[in-house]
């Protein structure tokens, strides 16, 4: 699949950030993602399946289907969904370019912080749209990089977030893309689009926020670029790892941590 490269890799770390990152959002960006009893679920490119079990406690009487070009991931997504005791998700390696489903054979299709790291996210949802049953829902969730401010704000700071941005750029992603959703899903042919912005916010007032949400989801991702932004020239060893350090005061008494998602909703 050449249209997808995914700049935080796949580590164990990694595994253990989507999930902090899944349960630390769940109220903010899935509380109103629900789907009724009987309908065939499609979700899109599902990781290790942080999502996932999100989706089944949702709408545990819906039937879904959870593709993933990893089989990696896949089989860590199936532990999760086992150990979770999750029993309404099939899991299945399927490339989203190239779907087996036949026309119109879901209700509804959920795409969580997957268009970000595809070249071609314009063809991915039309690719997804084709399976969708006509008057389905597909919902779109991504994160946008350049929503991101916080305090204390240092130079070494700026430049370690930045390179999470220009990593990803480098690989063909995008991690500015959630300010995109609305024209993405409107250029794929979904009517009656409607996207929501969802800020996450951190003091030292909100603890859960501040260990979830900063220390344990944004600073290992930041984290997770490190080598490939040395090697790309991005930024020297010593800056980067200053600007870790100062990213880490904003997750204390003092400091402050904004960033934003967008979730979209459209209609076929």
Known sequence: MTSHEYVHGYSERESVR????????????????????GSKVLEAGCGIGAQTVILSKNSPQAHITSIDISEDSLNLAKERAAGEGVTNVEFRVE???????????????????VLEHLKEPVEALASLRRVLKKGGTLTV???????????????????AWNC????QARLGGDSLIGRQVYPLI????????????????????????????VRRTIIPMVEGVRESAIEMGIIDAETFDRGIEDLHRTATEYGTFNYMFFKGVGRK
Do not use: W
């Open 18 to 37: 989507l999930s902090d990152q899944a349960n630390t959002l769940e109220e903010l960006l899935h509380s109103d993602t629900k789907y009724p009893a």
């Open 95 to 113: 490339n989203i370019f190239d779907l087996p489903f036949e026309d119109e054979r879901f209700d509804h299709i959920f795409v969580c912080f």
């Open 141 to 159: 969730i991504e994160g946008d990089h350049g929503s991101c401010f916080f305090h204390p704000e240092t130079d070494a700071g700026v430049k």
């Open 164 to 167: 999470l941005i220009e990593v």
């Open 186 to 213: 409107k250029q794929a042919g979904f009517k009656d689009v409607v996207v929501s912005p969802r800020m996450v916010y951190s003091d030292s007032s909100l603890p859960h926020m501040e260990e979830g949400f």
